[in-house]
């Protein structure tokens, strides 16, 4: 696909993400510099996808695949996410618990939903996968 028309379909369908595979010196680069596409001009980083379950909030499978017992995403209960009636204050994410356990000696606050995004524990998980790819 041409740059041209890339830039036109991000313009027109307001994309805010995109996904390349390129080789691995052009990896480099691209991660050095901003890209220029049309009028819009974005930093480059690598995309790392993480297997979440559903059920039982741990990483690294899916909910149809899970033998866990089921645990609630806002407050780590054991109770269906339907079911949860925790405040904002009660909110506990039962990975970074289950991090800080196996990981003394580094600092993990669990006071937020297993499912936000900046969570220490799917920090760690998406830089160990970026530390073992082979680029």
């Not at 830039?7 to 995109?18: N, V």
């Not at 010196?25 to 001009?41: A, P, S, T």
């Not at 039982?56 to 017992?69: K, P, V, Y």
């Not at 645990?71 to 079911?83: F, I, N, P, T």
């Amino acid at each position: 696909m041409e740059i041209s028309t890339l830039s036109s379909l991000i313009q027109q369908k307001h994309i805010r993400k995109l996904v390349l595979e390129v080789r691995a010196h052009i990896r480099k680069l691209l991660l050095q510099n901003k890209v220029k596409l049309g009028w819009i001009i974005s930093k480059i980083e690598d995309y790392v996808s993480v297997n979440r379950c559903f059920k039982c909030c741990s990483f690294n499978h899916r909910a149809r695949d899970c033998r866990e017992e089921e645990s609630c995403s806002l407050c780590a209960g054991r109770h269906r996410l339907r079911d949860c009636t925790a405040s904002l204050q009660e909110y506990k994410c039962v990975n970074c618990i289950t991090f800080a356990k196996f990981n003394p000696t580094k600092f993990v606050c669990p006071n937020h939903s297993s499912l936000v995004k900046k969570c220490s524990s799917l920090q760690a998980l998406m830089e160990k996968y970026r530390q073992s790819t082979n680029y």
